[in-house]
């Protein structure tokens, strides 16, 4: 398999040169508002064709023109809207730049899991204190320094990044949790340095210091569930990552020298043992083995490996010992290539995206708005109920953060992107590479599935399928093909390399022809031995004047097949014939029939003749079959079906297969085809087998079920949620939310959506 057809890189360039691509690491967004905050800040900018900001993977994937603006001022821009931002590393590899932000990951993990420790350490001290006998003005100064000390370390950043919000005219997840918390922390010190206010109106000076503490803390536990779900999303590439060895063997001379993958350099002879990992790509100079090649294509079963094949870095050796030569390094790895693909692929928004955007934009300016107008609704209530203003004041207030508590938009901004990444990641382990959320969705929505033939539903490679001697010819069968063999070693000819090759499988010895002659169009003639050959068409045969009626009859039937007929012809006399095909893939007709179960239609589109065509159809069981199309015919085909309303995939290998890739709603390149077919195609198919087809669109609508699922939930918790902390379930069923529950309900929403996305790692797929 080639390197190059997983070439799928993190930035481009179109014809002119005036259209690249950037990923920006982005820090301090927690939730759906952030999100879209930064990304209508880089949308607006000048040159800017698509801004694609992710939450999960905080980055910022930019399409801009050069000419117009450039990275740094990209980077202000996100600056501008108070979050962190940073150019990328020039001098990592993608593997590098993976593994820094899986340290990050982690280190992000370890420091929100210690504070959310200390913030409920305190809550417990909190709750505790009371029954240590601490009362009175020494119980509520000692909650206050408690409380300050939560606020000033464990949640320090909710505050620090509402202000940047504040400051940037915008407001998110941080603002909603800073003004509620804030809030009752301003109304406890006020009650702590002046009760006399509260008693003076008739009102207890309560105290809400452990509620602070406490949302802080369930807030914190909510961001740890979050974090860990993160890194279980990113398992995939991280798994990626870690396949690559540290260290190679090289061999200098006589010596077998251990040195750092990273000081390797095209040309080094590397040695690979049994059981080991290929260090990097190369091509084998010396040995044989059995290589699994699974985390490419998903494939259990060990390839044979022998002189002049290619390896793979990252595979692992099984058997036998080989020396290779390095030949593809760093980011042009086939390795670094599937990592850059897969982490482009998690940055991409789904379609579906877009609507949780739209809400997440004004989505926290309306719970403050909401909350303002639960503080007004209830103090009017409860004081035209005859309460006096402080106990009004206080009931309203409790409500109000309740509102503001329980409408963190968190799992809005997680329900899209986290689906995306974990479905990327098990499309990969089944040897699966989807370039993004959009081709995801897309793929999902397919009603006819296009297969080109060679090299799709067939094996690509011509092969030997008959071999019939004549009635009354004194040879075997191994001798015909050895004899057919020997002089059509002498040519270049496609059916003439099938014969080689197949006689070299059966491990038949050739021998050298002479005074051979090429007839065009029709064979070629010589001498082996004192054998008098001719092997080729009928009308060779009948140049020739071999009687081929012994073998007509069969040799018609096999042409019915789609098979293409040699004669052979020994000193005059006819001695046999050889069918030569393009074998259908074992896998085919179940693919085929996979496809169909689930409602698609399939068409084959081919540019061999119409046979030919229907013969392999039958086999795969393909009913509506267009043959004899060149490149732009098959364009032009795809573009009739998408007129007549069909949302069409296509799946085909060659050259002559990218025009129509591209003009597919979803092009799905196999993976043993060319690097253009590759580039044209929204997914790679690693493995040549079309099960794989049908692989990739039950996980798109898996995936497509899972996102609805998230968006659902997401913001029906919301719908829900939020008139219930605002109260309306008081008056008829005495039901009021506290800000404690609502900061509980707002976790479980998050990781509910997180957990729900982690189940497609388990998505069966057959």
Known sequence: MSSAIIDAGASSADASG????????????????????????????????????????????????????????????????????????????????QDARDNSQREELGSLTRRAIAGGAAGVLAMALPMMGVSGRALSFTLLALTTLVMAWAGRHFYARAWQAFVHRSADMNTLVSAGTGAAFIYSVVATLAPSFFTAHGVAPNLYYEPVIIIITLVLTGNVLEARAKRHTSTALRALVELQPQHARVVRGSDEIDVPVAQLVPGDILLVRPGERVPVDGEIVSGSSAVDESMLTGESMPVEKHEGDRAIGGTINRTGVFRYRATTLGADSVLARIVRLMRDAQSSRAPIQALADRVSGIFVPVVMLLSIATFLTWFIAVHSGGAPNGTAFVRAFAAAVTVLIIACPCAMGLAVPTAVMVSTGRGAEAGILIKGGEALQRTGDVTTVVLDKTGTLTEGAPTVSDVLVAPGAALSPDELLRLAASIESESQHPVADAIVRFARAQGLARQAGTSSEYAVGKGITGAVGDVALAVGSAALMREWSVDIAPLEARARALAGDGKTVVYVAANGALAGLLAIADPIRASSPEAVARLRAMGLEVVMLTGDDARTAQAIARQAGIDRVVAGVLPEGKVGEIARLQREGAVVAMAGDGINDAPALAQADVGMAMGGGTAIASEAADVVLMRSDLITVAQAIALSRRTMRTMKENLFWAFIYNVIGIPIAAGVLYPAFGILLTPVIASAAMAFSSVSVVTNSLRLKGAELS
């Open 18 to 97: 005036r259209r690249e691509r950037i990923r920006i690491p982005v820090s301090g967004m927690t939730c759906a508002a952030c999100q879209a905050h930064v990304q209508r800040a880089l949308a607006r900018q000048p040159g800017v064709e698509d801004a694609s900001v992710n939450l999960m993977m905080e980055t910022a994937a930019v399409t801009y023109d050069p000419n117009v603006v450039s990275p740094d001022t990209l980077v202000q821009a996100i600056r501008e809207t108070g979050y962190g931002a940073e150019l990328p590393g020039a001098d990592l590899s993608v593997l590098e730049e």
